[in-house]
C-alpha cells in the first residue's frame, strides 16, 4: 500500500493512467482532456448544465455502459498496446516479449480485486441464508450449495443487480456466486443447466419462475409520473434497489409517458 497523494510511490501505475488518458481516453465518447485548463472547461460546463436542468451523463455525451468501457478497454489493451514496442522491452512489444518467454504465466485469483471493485450488500454486507436464500434489498439471491442458517459476508457485482458473491462471515473464504431469478433472467443461462436444476429442487419450481410481476408494476408506476421514491415504498424495496432495477431492465418507461385513459391495474 502507498500513502494517500504520493504518486511517486507508484510510478508504474501512474504511467499506465498516463498511457490510458493519451491513447485511449480521446477515443472515447465523453472525453473531457487531461489538463488543468480542460479541467476548468468542464467544471464550467457542468456549473451551466446544472442550470439548465441537465444530468451530467447529458452534458458530458456518456453513452457507454460500465460493460462498453471494459470492451473497448480489452480491445485497445489486445489489438493496439501490445503490439507498440516499449522502451522498457528494448523496443520488443509486449505481445512479442511474451511469445519469447519460458517463464510460467502468472494468473490472478479470480476473487482477488472483490475488496477493491464490489460494493458490500447493505451496510456491512453480513447476511444469513434463509430457506428463500440470501435477501439484499427486498430481492432473495439463490444459493445451491450453503446451508440454511450459515451466516455469509455478501458483496453485490457492480455490473449485475441479479448477482451476488457469498464468502465466509470473516470475507476471507469465497463460497458461492448467487444469482436472484427476478433481476437477472435465466437461470440456466446464467448458471449453466445443472446448477439451475439443483436450485430449482431445493427451492421449488414455482419460486424460481416466478413472473416478473414487480417489474411490471415498477414499469406502470414510473409511466405514471412516480419518483424512483415513491415507488419503493410501493413495491416495498429500498431506493437503491429501484434504481439497481431500472438499471437492469430494457427500454426503461420515460417518467410521465403512461397514457391517463389506461386502466388501473396496480393499487
Known amino acids: 500500500m502507498t500513502s494517500p497523494y504520493s504518486p511517486q510511490q507508484k510510478g508504474h501505475v501512474e504511467r499506465v493512467i498516463k498511457t490510458f488518458q493519451h491513447d485511449l481516453g480521446p477515443l472515447l465518447p465523453g472525453f473531457v482532456g487531461h489538463s488543468v485548463a480542460d479541467r476548468k472547461a468542464i467544471e464550467d460546463r457542468k456549473s451551466f448544465a446544472q442550470r439548465l436542468g441537465e444530468s451530467e451523463a447529458e452534458t458530458f455525451g ?7 468501457l471494459q470492451k473497448r478497454i480489452d480491445d485497445w489493451a489486445a489489438t493496439i498496446y501490445q503490439h507498440k514496442p516499449h522502451e522498457g522491452l528494448q ?3 509486449p505481445f512479442n516479449a511474451a511469445l519469447a518467454s519460458d517463464r510460467p504465466v502468472r ?3 479470480a476473487r482477488a480485486l472483490d475488496l477493491l ?6 451496510q456491512d454486507g453480513q447476511r444469513t441464508v434463509t430457506k428463500l436464500g440470501i435477501r439484499v434489498d427486498g430481492y432473495h439471491y439463490l444459493a445451491a450449495t450453503i446451508m440454511v442458517g450459515t451466516a455469509v459476508f455478501v458483496r453485490m457485482d457492480p455490473n449485475d443487480a441479479g448477482r451476488a458473491y457469498a464468502f465466509a462471515h470473516d470475507g476471507a473464504e469465497f463460497l458461492e456466486e448467487v444469482v436472484c431469478p427476478e433481476l437477472s433472467g435465466k437461470l440456466a443461462d446464467e448458471l449453466g443447466f445443472e446448477a439451475a436444476e439443483k436450485l430449482s429442487r431445493r427451492f421449488g419450481p414455482d419460486y424460481i419462475s416466478v413472473p416478473l ?7 406502470h408506476y414510473r409511466s405514471s409520473g ?3 421514491a415513491d415507488i419503493a415504498r410501493k413495491l416495498g424495496l429500498s431506493e437503491s434497489a429501484v434504481n439497481r432495477l431500472f438499471q437492469r431492465m430494457a427500454n426503461v418507461p420515460v417518467k410521465g409517458s403512461g397514457d391517463p385513459r389506461q386502466l388501473k391495474l396496480f393499487g
Open 107 to 109: 494468473k490472478v485469483d
Open 226 to 228: 412516480m419518483s424512483n
Open 91 to 93: 523496443g520488443v512489444t
Open 213 to 219: 410481476v414487480r417489474e411490471l408494476r415498477a414499469r
Open 62 to 68: 456518456v453513452s457507454l455502459t460500465g460493460l462498453d
Open 117 to 122: 471493485l464490489m460494493p458490500v450488500a447493505g
